[in-house]
């Protein structure tokens, strides 16, 4: 069993929706979470990052964590066509705290 | 904020050279540093982890004869791809952890021809 499972889309959403993009994961033991978001050729960028269970909102962005189920969501609002990119969830373990990162959302919001 | 400064941004190399990656936190101190590699449309994979001072731990599958890591200081590490090859070609990216959590370079495109 994969350690983050995350829908690899490709996920198409009109200019002005909401994007919901979610992952599931199989520690217990992790405590925080990240969501990154990567355009085409360029490195990971951070979002945001939660450890509490329930909402975390930023702008048009909201974090959703459910520790009993273990998902965590990212809610985009009022969606824009530069939202357009891979986005990506990552939850730090092992001895060095590494990330581990999920297989990535497409999204691609159309004009 | 904090920033990881990544060397070069591209690189196209014979086959049979040898390639060296940098990466330089700018205004803080990297205690460990991260080596992904990512393909075109996957996610990033952990190549190997270094601390300042101490051999890198790589990832299972990863040669660390061929993927030469040193972490010489706390704002340096280097990744050298040692006899390129063109399945060696790829997205590298570092990361940098300190007391600012984690912290990416920009890339650097390998190309092996």
């Known amino acids: 069993q994969k350690e983050v499972e995350q829908n690899s889309g490709p996920l198409s959403v009109p200019e002005g929706a909401i994007a919901s993009l979610n992952c599931t994961y199989s520690?217990?033991?992790?405590?925080?979470f990240f969501w990154y978001r990567q355009y085409s050729g360029k490195s990971p960028e951070l979002i945001m990052f939660?450890?509490?269970?329930g909402d975390k909102e930023d702008g048009r962005f909201t974090a959703q964590l459910n520790k009993a189920s273990q998902y965590v969501s990212l809610l985009i609002r009022d969606s824009q066509p530069s939202d357009s990119a891979t986005y990506l969830c990552?939850?730090?373990?092992?001895?060095?705290?590494?990330?581990?990162f999920g297989s990535g959302t497409q999204l691609t919001v159309l004009p | 904020g904090a920033v990881v400064s990544q060397h070069p941004s591209r690189v196209i190399c014979k086959s049979g050279t040898s390639v060296k990656i940098e990466c330089r936190s700018l205004?803080?101190?990297?205690?460990?540093m991260f080596w992904y590699r990512q393909f075109p449309k996957k996610s990033l994979m952990l190549m190997a982890t270094?601390?300042?001072?101490?051999?890198?731990?790589?990832e299972q599958g990863v040669e660390k004869d061929k993927f030469l890591i040193n972490h010489a200081s706390l704002t340096l590490s280097t990744l050298t791809v040692t006899s390129a090859h063109p399945e060696d070609s790829s997205f590298y990216i570092c990361?940098?952890?300190?007391?600012?959590?984690?912290?990416f370079g920009s890339g650097t495109r390998l190309t092996v021809v």
């Open positions: 990361s940098a952890s300190g007391t600012v959590g984690y912290t």
């Open positions: 520690d217990r033991g992790s405590q925080s």
């Open positions: 939660i450890y509490s269970n």
């Open positions: 990552a939850f730090p373990g092992g001895s060095a705290r590494q990330l581990t």
């Open positions: 205004d803080f101190q990297a205690t460990t």
């Open positions: 270094s601390n300042e001072g101490s051999k890198a731990t790589y």
